[in-house]
């Protein structure tokens, strides 16, 4: 998987030269996606048996790691990408039928992927205005309707919407008992409406998506209603840690664009700028290796309560210190720095993001906490943490 992290590399220099761009407009950044599929890149969780590169969450994220340090907008697209297609490749076929998954389950998952190895591009459509990302406080609804489902209602902060192939929704049954994951087409009963202008990740294009939509009975992900609560507390890697990597990534553009800049300005000799350099370098580094760690304990043992606390300091670590460390380099950097069209004054932004991105600092700090404290940081949480 060496090949796939030095292609990632090799995308970042085209992501950076048209960031600034996107991040303006905060428009989507069609060329960068142009150029991941045309890599094959959003084939990287596919299994090499359905056209994929068979990576595992480690490879995924040194991969978005380097993605990010070109564009952190683009790697969060990527990312949402790869929560589907990682989520689905890496269940085992034992646990997805123990909790239930029918025989056509099968079929339909690895059509999904075959389809993802070959262009087709995926997100996430889960937030709400009223629930963030909290799917017991979801009203997005969904109910049958004739050989399938007929799903209603608005979604806020989804990535990419109108440019992808299918979106992943959560919604709830019309009797409020259930909470389930969708994979919807694109197509007819999907309303884009542009609301996007952030402080932040703006190139992600995360505008709001209106459904009123009628989806087959293969479309129910698992093929079973229900799972969407459950499979956030068995693989939270892909709700929590997977952002961890990208936040690191921004970070190491950051320190990059900082001794830039302050060598371009003839700064160097400073021994405070150079100690906000070495911190902001040491900080950044300890994050990545926190990030490894826990991307190296999913492909080993999934979901193991163990594995999940390294996945929710992953989370915890990297949104905070991209957070704190741009905002020291930006500070380095001078008054100069805080223009717009200036590379650090967009990663600031964009690295500030890190934190609130669910699970939040805080959320993760909690949950940390309880489980420190010998609680079940699910379920003793005061509130449903999901």
Same mark, same amino acid.
């Given at each position: 998987?060496?090949?796939?992290?030095?292609?990632?590399?090799?995308l970042?220099?085209?992501?950076?030269?048209?960031?600034?761009?996107?991040?303006?407009?905060?428009?989507?950044?069609?060329?960068?996606?142009?150029?991941?599929?045309?890599?094959?890149?959003l084939?990287?969780?596919?299994?090499?048996?359905?056209?994929?590169?068979?990576?595992?969450?480690?490879?995924?994220a040194e991969?978005?790691?380097?993605?990010?340090t070109?564009?952190?907008?683009?790697?969060?697209?990527?990312?949402?990408?790869?929560?589907?297609?990682?989520?689905?490749?890496?269940?085992?076929?034992?646990l997805?039928r123990?909790?239930?998954?029918?025989?056509?389950?099968?079929a339909?998952?690895?059509?999904?992927?075959s389809?993802?190895?070959?262009g087709a591009?995926?997100?996430?459509?889960m937030s709400?205005?009223a629930?963030g990302?909290r799917?017991?406080q979801?009203?997005?609804t969904?109910?049958?309707?004739?050989?399938?489902?007929?799903?209603?209602?608005?979604?806020?902060?989804c990535?990419?919407a109108?440019?992808?192939?299918?979106?992943?929704?959560?919604?709830?049954?019309?009797?409020?008992?259930?909470?389930?994951?969708?994979l919807v087409?694109a197509?007819?009963?999907?309303?884009?409406?542009?609301t996007?202008?952030?402080l932040?990740?703006?190139?992600?294009?995360?505008?709001?998506?209106?459904?009123?939509?009628?989806?087959?009975?293969d479309?129910?992900?698992?093929?079973?209603?229900? +799972?969407?609560p459950?499979? *956030?507390?068995v693989?939270?890697? &892909? #709700? =929590?840690?997977?952002y @961890? $990597?990208?936040? !690191?990534? %921004?970070?190491?553009?950051?320190?990059?664009?900082?001794a830039?800049?302050?060598?371009?300005?003839?700064?160097?000799h400073l021994p405070?700028?150079?100690?906000? +350099?070495?911190?902001?370098? *040491?900080?950044?580094?300890a994050? &990545? #290796? =926190?990030?490894?760690e @826990? $991307?190296?304990? !999913?492909? %080993?043992?999934?979901?193991?309560?163990?594995?999940?606390?390294?996945?929710?300091?992953a989370?915890?670590?990297?949104?905070?210190?991209?957070?704190?460390?741009?905002?020291?380099?930006?500070e *380095?950097?001078?008054?100069?720095?805080?223009?717009?069209?200036?590379?650090?004054?967009?990663?600031?932004?964009?690295?500030?993001?890190g934190?609130?991105?669910?699970?939040?600092?805080?959320?993760?700090?909690?949950?940390?906490?309880?489980?420190?404290?010998?609680?079940?940081?699910?379920?003793?949480?005061t509130?449903p943490?999901?």
């Open positions: 998987m060496t090949d796939a992290v030095a292609l990632a590399g090799e970042a220099a085209g992501f950076a030269a048209r960031a600034e761009q996107h991040d303006r407009d905060a428009s989507f950044p069609v060329e960068d996606f142009d150029a991941i599929r045309s890599s094959g890149l084939g990287l969780m596919v299994p090499t048996e359905l056209g994929g590169m068979g990576a595992g969450f480690a490879t995924y991969v978005a790691r380097e993605l990010a070109g564009s952190g907008a683009t790697a969060l697209l990527f990312n949402m990408h790869c929560s589907i297609t990682g989520a689905l490749a890496s269940t085992p076929d034992d997805a123990e909790l239930g998954a029918p025989d056509s389950f099968f339909a998952r690895d059509d999904v992927l389809r993802a190895a070959n591009c995926l997100f996430v459509a709400e205005r629930a990302s799917f017991s979801m009203t997005t969904y109910e049958p309707d004739g050989d399938g489902w007929r799903i209603r209602g608005t979604k806020t902060f990535s990419g109108g440019y992808g192939d299918a979106y992943l929704v959560v919604a709830r049954s019309a009797d409020g008992e259930r909470i389930s994951q969708f087409p197509g007819e009963g999907l309303t884009v409406e542009q996007w202008d952030p932040g990740m703006r190139a992600t294009a995360s505008n709001d998506l209106h459904l009123d939509v009628h989806v087959g009975a479309a129910l992900l698992g093929g079973v209603e229900g +799972l969407a459950l499979l *956030a507390q693989m939270p890697q &892909w #709700l =929590v840690a997977s @961890a $990597a990208v936040y !690191v990534g %921004v970070a190491r553009a950051a320190v990059a664009a900082a830039d800049n302050l060598g371009r300005r003839k700064l160097t405070a700028v150079r100690a906000r +350099l070495g911190r902001a370098d *040491a900080a950044v580094e994050a &990545w #290796l =926190v990030t490894a @826990a $991307a190296r304990r !999913v492909d %080993v043992e999934a979901g193991a309560p163990s594995t999940n606390r390294w996945v929710y300091r989370k915890l670590c990297a949104g905070d210190t991209a957070a704190q460390v741009t905002a020291s380099l930006l *380095a950097c001078g008054t100069s720095a805080t223009r717009r069209g200036n590379p650090l004054e967009r990663l600031f932004r964009d690295a500030r993001c934190a609130l991105h669910p699970a939040t600092s805080d959320v993760c700090a909690d949950w940390l906490g309880a489980a420190a404290l010998g609680l079940d940081p699910d379920a003793d949480a509130v943490r999901w």
